[in-house]
């Protein structure tokens, strides 16, 4: 099992960056796929990034999504911010399985930004 604690999250002006970070308790963080999904009033959670275990990742953009296993702790790294991108901010965790769902839920950080 795995805790996570998001913090970051705070009003920025458009245009601007924010790095968001995630704490993960346990010894086997490393072997975990993270992930940062987001979501805004009215929608659906929607995934934004995710890293495998070993760092790979298939996002590209104005986010980037980082990890570093010696501190149990994944980053999202969020540039050239918009209103749109108003959000709470989740980090998740899933077992390295394909089929495996994302299992461990932080409590989310608010990410506002303003026009």
């Known amino acids: 099992q795995v805790q996570l604690v998001e913090s970051g999250g705070r009003l920025v002006q458009a245009g601007g960056s924010l790095r968001l970070s995630c704490a993960a308790s346990?010894?086997?963080?490393?072997?975990?796929?993270m992930g940062w999904f987001r979501q805004a009033p009215g929608k659906q959670r929607e995934l934004v990034a995710a890293?495998?275990?070993g760092g790979s990742t298939n996002y590209a953009g104005r986010f980037t999504i980082s990890r570093d296993n010696a501190r149990n702790t994944v980053y999202l790294q969020m540039n050239s911010l918009k209103p749109e991108d108003t959000a709470v901010y989740y980090c998740a965790a899933k077992y390295a399985s394909p089929s495996s769902n994302w299992a461990y839920w932080g409590q989310g950080t608010q990410v506002t930004v303003s026009s």
């Open positions: 890293i495998t275990s």
């Open positions: 346990g010894r086997t963080f490393s072997s975990y796929t």
